[in-house]
């Protein structure tokens, strides 16, 4: 069974600038989570999606940080303008649904400089 | 509001001792708990779930329990190897995946 799927590994950019993050979870998956992780803290939750419904997005920066999962399987974070603090792993997770195991794709490590 | 917290933050111990990893939560109202373990650079994977009506659950040398009336969890890991050294988070799950901060773990040959 292929695993949560995420790109890119790494990503390096300047204050202000844009970018977006791709992640496809497990077939059949009706649930997928987004969440940043900072250097030598726990992951923390960023949004919640229920098929292609939010369910959770209490602690998204609304202001500059967007997700979408069009069709209930892939789904795409972006943030926009980037700040230095933004810096982190960005992790994606996906479940069958409710409180189940949750499985992790390997993440998405971003720098900004 | 839930808090997770794990004590020690770090642990480095000689290969062959059995170890104990602790983990409180402020909030018993929780669904299920499940202890994650994350190599350098990777994504968390998942060791041992435990549902809100289970006391502990086993897999090879790894014993997580969990309380919930006092709000502990412990991973115990038997015999520790150097492939065991990692960073290990246990989350609460209450309606969100609510993470401590982890400890990282060094086995020393």
């Known amino acids: 069974e292929a695993g949560v799927a995420q790109s890119p590994r790494y990503k390096i950019i300047e204050k202000r600038q844009s970018v977006a993050f791709w992640c496809n979870p497990i077939?059949?998956?009706?649930?997928l989570y987004w969440y940043q992780q900072i250097l030598g803290q726990g992951p923390k939750l960023l949004i919640q999606?229920?098929?292609?419904?939010?369910?959770?997005d209490s602690q998204l920066p609304k202001d500059r940080f967007s997700a979408e999962r069009l069709k209930g399987v892939d789904s795409t974070l972006k943030i926009q303008p980037a700040k230095l603090e933004d810096s982190a792993v960005y992790l994606c997770?996906?479940?069958?649904?409710?409180?189940?195991?949750?499985?992790f794709g390997p993440g998405t490590r971003l720098t900004v400089l | 509001k839930q808090e997770v917290t794990q004590i020690p933050a770090a642990l480095s111990v000689p290969e062959g001792e059995n170890l104990v990893l602790n983990c409180s939560f402020t909030?018993?109202?929780?669904?299920?708990l499940q202890w994650f373990r994350q190599d350098p650079g990777k994504g968390l994977t998942s060791l041992l779930l435990?549902?809100?009506?289970?006391r502990e659950q086993t897999s090879g040398r790894l014993n997580a329990s969990l309380d919930k009336s006092s709000g502990r969890s412990t991973l115990y890991i038997a015999a520790s190897q150097p492939g065991d050294s990692a960073t290990y988070l246990c989350?609460?799950?209450?309606?969100?995946?609510?993470f401590g901060q982890g400890t990282t773990l060094q086995v020393k040959p």
């Open positions: 077939s059949g998956h009706a649930t």
């Open positions: 435990i549902q809100s009506s289970q």
């Open positions: 999606f229920q098929n292609n419904g939010v369910v959770d």
């Open positions: 997770a996906s479940t069958l649904g409710g409180p189940d195991t949750q499985y």
């Open positions: 989350a609460v799950i209450g309606g969100k995946l609510i």
């Open positions: 909030d018993s109202a929780i669904y299920n």
